[in-house]
């Protein structure tokens, strides 16, 4: 199924979007956050109202481009022969309520979700969570799949929160980012932390860090860490 009304010049970007939003799925499969055919990336078409979403059932190894589903942000599908992702509510609630979330990713990552079933939050109590999510990941609602109350939980979660990520309870990780591949990113770091802390705590209680520092720790990495335009100095 083809959307007559788009035209050339989108679905040259829409097909960009796909080729993307492909990719990045196989990033699940690498770092061994999703397994059989749960989990799902999605993306924002920039300048439309329009997203690119996983299929649901659909084995990982055969994802490909043409098979992404292209959503309104009503979740309606305009292009795909296959039925989207069951999220496909959530990230579309999502983007409408967060006009500067361009991704949207959902795994079900060992740790990340064994805080999640007990409704726990990750605490913020080493320096690379405090670089990535600049606080604690919070836990958002329980809520049922198939509709946007999902959605509801993570926007009501993040909105004005640091974190990319909320554990969803009893369910799993949500993450969002600037495009695609910052949420990818986002939820590879969600559960490589979710894993430290919870050793941590078979160690002991870890020993948490002062705001201020998070504060200093987060402002760095989201600002100088990196290669920075030429006229900046000062990373490492």
């Known amino acids: 199924m083809t959307d007559p009304t788009i035209d050339p010049a989108t679905a040259a970007a829409i097909q960009l979007i796909r080729q993307q939003v492909s990719d990045?799925?196989?990033e699940l499969v690498r770092y061994q956050l999703v397994v059989w055919t749960a989990g799902n990336?999605?993306?924002?078409?920039?300048?439309?109202?329009?997203?690119?979403?996983?299929?649901?059932?659909?084995?990982y190894d055969d994802l490909t481009p043409e098979n992404m589903i292209l959503c309104?942000?009503?979740?309606?599908?305009?292009?795909?022969?296959?039925?989207?992702?069951?999220?496909?509510?959530?990230?579309?609630y999502v983007y409408?309520?967060?006009?500067?979330?361009?991704?949207?990713?959902?795994?079900?990552?060992?740790?990340?979700?064994?805080?999640?079933?007990r409704g726990e939050a990750v605490p913020c109590v080493v320096t690379?969570?405090?670089?990535?999510?600049?606080?604690?990941?919070?836990?958002?609602?329980?809520?049922?799949?198939?509709?946007?109350?999902?959605?509801?939980?993570?926007?009501?979660?993040?909105?004005?929160?640091r974190s990319p990520a909320v554990l969803m309870q009893s369910h799993g990780v949500f993450t969002i980012g600037k495009d695609a591949k910052a949420a990818v990113k986002a939820a590879v770091m969600c559960e490589d932390v979710a894993r430290t802390v919870h050793i941590s705590r078979q160690l002991g209680e870890p020993v948490g860090i002062a705001a201020p520092d998070i504060d200093s720790l987060y402002d760095r990495y989201q600002n100088v860490y990196g290669q920075q335009p030429a006229g900046r100095e000062g990373a490492q």
């Open 41 to 59: 990336v999605s993306a924002r078409v920039p300048g439309h109202d329009l997203m690119v979403i996983k299929p649901s059932g659909v084995s």
């Open 96 to 117: 409408r309520h967060m006009p500067e979330v361009g991704g949207v990713v959902h795994t079900h990552s060992t740790y990340a979700t064994g805080w999640a079933a």
């Open 24 to 26: 990045l799925h196989q």
């Open 72 to 92: 309104d942000l009503d979740g309606q599908v305009l292009e795909g022969s296959h039925n989207p992702s069951s999220d496909t509510a959530a990230h579309a």
């Open 128 to 161: 690379a969570m405090a670089d990535e999510f600049g606080a604690e990941i919070p836990v958002g609602p329980f809520a049922l799949i198939g509709d946007d109350s999902i959605g509801q939980g993570i926007v009501a979660t993040l909105k004005g929160h």
